[in-house]
């Protein structure tokens, strides 16, 4: 049975497409069968995956039309790892919002429906979501079983965190997705020396109890390399700390997947 996670945060530049990029991978590297939808119009996730954006290739906004059919695997875009595939984006994506605003119904299920038609092929499908709580988030939180939020160590960390919350229970109550669970929330770009720093950790720990992830990811210039290369960490340089954050964040995920921890 395969699981959808979604990495979501409205909020930009909080690491979401450096940790779905990277936890997916991990998760290959263990032989598990991965894919990675890149819900942003930006196309970071499938840039930085190695694979194309241009508008000869399929992406999830073909799905979104119906143009395309996701049940034919030669629209997933191969990666450095084996088992790990990507379901990309264009810039064309921008539109979709607006399109699916038109829909009279079922609007907020149109990614949903589609990857009910393929997740049983998959260990795991990561969606990156872009910067916004618009209809692309919502479709990926509708389809997810679970999310993933990203909090920046940083003075601001908890703005707006509520109103994704408030999202997320809201897609609870009106029936879009009433299980909608909380993997977990990750601390990320955390310099560990700084007092801010662990002030903002202990008041996200504070707020969030339990679902926040032991592991927290270092500011690591190898991560911010690794993209422009079309690689995920574990390619590019497996001994940096970015790496090994990465990687213990794998093994704490499979963790609580397993129940160890909620
Ligand atoms: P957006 O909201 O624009 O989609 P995002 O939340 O997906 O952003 P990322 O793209 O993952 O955030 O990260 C923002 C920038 O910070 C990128 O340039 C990325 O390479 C860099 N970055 C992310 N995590 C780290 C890290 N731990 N250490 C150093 N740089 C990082
Ligand atoms: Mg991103």
New binding site residues.
């Given amino acids: 049975m395969g699981k959808i996670i979604a990495v979501a945060?409205q909020k930009?530049?909080?690491?979401?497409?450096?940790t779905c990029i990277n936890l997916a991978a991990y998760l290959a590297f263990d032989r598990l069968k991965v894919l990675v939808v890149d819900m942003?119009p930006?196309g970071?996730a499938t840039s930085g995956l190695g694979a194309s954006k241009g508008d000869d290739t399929v992406s999830i906004y073909d799905i979104i039309t119906g143009d395309e059919d996701i049940r034919d695997n030669e629209i997933f875009q191969d990666t450095s790892i084996p088992t790990l595939k990507v379901l990309g984006t264009n810039i064309d994506l921008a539109g979709a919002e607006v399109e699916l605003v038109q829909l009279d119904t079922r609007r907020e299920f149109v990614v949903k429906d589609a990857l009910e038609k393929i997740k049983d092929e998959w260990d795991y499908i990561f969606i990156d979501c872009?910067?916004s709580l618009g209809l692309l988030t919502i479709n990926a939180l509708t389809a997810a079983d679970e999310i993933i939020v990203?909090i920046q160590c940083e003075f601001f960390a908890l703005e707006g965190l509520t109103q994704l919350m408030n999202t997320v229970r809201l897609i609870r109550k009106h029936g879009f997705n009433p299980n909608l669970n909380i993997a977990g929330v990750l601390l990320?770009?955390c310099d560990s020396r700084s007092k801010l720093a662990q002030q903002v950790a202990e008041e996200v720990r504070k707020y969030f109890g339990d679902k926040v992830f032991d592991v927290t990811?270092?500011?690591?210039?190898k991560?911010?390399e690794a993209?422009s290369h079309g690689e995920p960490i574990v390619n590019y340089e497996r001994r940096c700390t970015?790496a090994r954050a990465y990687y213990h964040l794998k093994e704490e995920f499979k963790q609580r997947q397993n129940g160890g921890k909620k």
């Fill in positions: 945060n930009g530049g909080v690491g979401k497409t450096t942003d930006q970071n872009p910067p990203p990320t770009l990811i270092p500011r690591n210039v991560l911010a993209p970015g």
